[in-house]
């Protein structure tokens, strides 16, 4: 879940899984895949990158030995950290 704001200053926390897609019009308005539609004051970048950030708590979590890939800022780095975790990881 992600928390937004709607126009009158309430909190909203949004399941951010069932977003269909966010469109500025000027307001943000997010179609969730049921239809409902709903506005609200972040910007639709601000929505990505809360999504973007929560989704990756949850790999994090789920996924602890992949930190290092998932911090990366390129597929290189990725590769590269991934490739020393396994050479450091004791063969079974």
Do not use: F
């Not at 789920?62 to 597929?75: D, I, K, N």
């Amino acid at each position: 879940m992600i928390e937004l704001t709607r126009l009158n200053g309430s909190r909203l926390d949004v399941n951010c899984d069932l977003i269909k897609y966010a469109e500025s019009s000027p307001d943000t308005v997010l179609t969730l895949i049921t239809g409902e539609k709903l506005v609200v004051l972040e910007a639709c970048d601000e929505v990505g990158r809360r999504t973007r950030a929560h989704r990756a708590a949850i790999l994090r979590e789920a996924w602890p030995e992949a930190l290092p890939a998932l911090t990366a800022r390129s597929a290189h780095e990725a590769s590269t950290l991934t490739q020393l975790i396994s050479d450091s990881t004791p063969q079974r």
